[in-house]
């Protein structure tokens, strides 16, 4: 059956560190699924602590009634955190494992953390310890698309270790951190909806 028989679904879409709600990713999924819904938030990974950007993402997804999240780096990290309460389709794509090594290098590109960055920091290492390392295991919730080349984030493999009741990884090359083969995922997102 194909996905658009399907009733009119709202999918959200996490942008990561650098990008906005109206991500490359976000409007390929509008092209790909043009019959169902895109919410795309924009999130400020500068400024708003990790519990204040679940909160958030808890009431878009309480108020649009979303039935799939789709994640892409740093938003695959909150993706994969969503499923403390959420219970439907994840998809995360190269997602941070290694989020306070990934703070450092990026956000503070390797410079000590100073005032707010400090408390960004904490917050941050504080969520990973009680959330992130604690996800319940959700057998078929959990999708994967991950670059065999990602060259910001390595080798993908410890994650699978992480999250070993995940329902399907989806390996590509030449792909890249930034996943350029996304338009491949289609058919993927599709079968994991039909496996409901």
Request: aromatic fraction near 12%; charged fraction near 15%; include cysteine.
């Amino acid at each position: 059956m194909l996905l658009q028989y399907y009733y009119n679904m709202n999918f959200l879409y996490i942008h990561g560190y650098g990008s906005n709600g109206n991500a490359h990713k976000a409007q390929l999924l509008k092209q790909m699924f043009p019959n169902h819904s895109v919410i795309s938030p924009t999130i400020d990974y500068d400024h708003q602590y990790p519990t204040e950007i679940q909160d958030s993402l808890k009431q878009i997804v309480s108020k649009h009634n979303i039935d799939l999240i789709v994640g892409s780096s740093l938003g695959g990290y909150h993706a994969l955190c969503t499923t403390q309460w959420y219970k439907n389709i994840v998809w995360c794509i190269n997602p941070v494992r290694d989020v306070t090594d990934t703070i450092h290098r990026v956000l503070l590109k390797g410079n000590p953390a100073t005032g707010s960055d400090l408390n960004l920091v904490e917050a941050y290492v504080q969520f990973d310890k009680q959330v992130f390392r604690q996800l319940p295991p959700r057998a078929g919730q959990l999708h994967f698309a991950l670059s065999v080349d990602d060259e910001l984030l390595g080798d993908h493999t410890p994650l699978l270790t992480q999250f070993p009741h995940y329902a399907h990884v989806v390996w590509e090359k030449e792909s890249g951190h930034q996943f350029l083969k996304f338009n491949s995922l289609k058919n993927h997102i599709i079968q994991s909806i039909q496996n409901l």
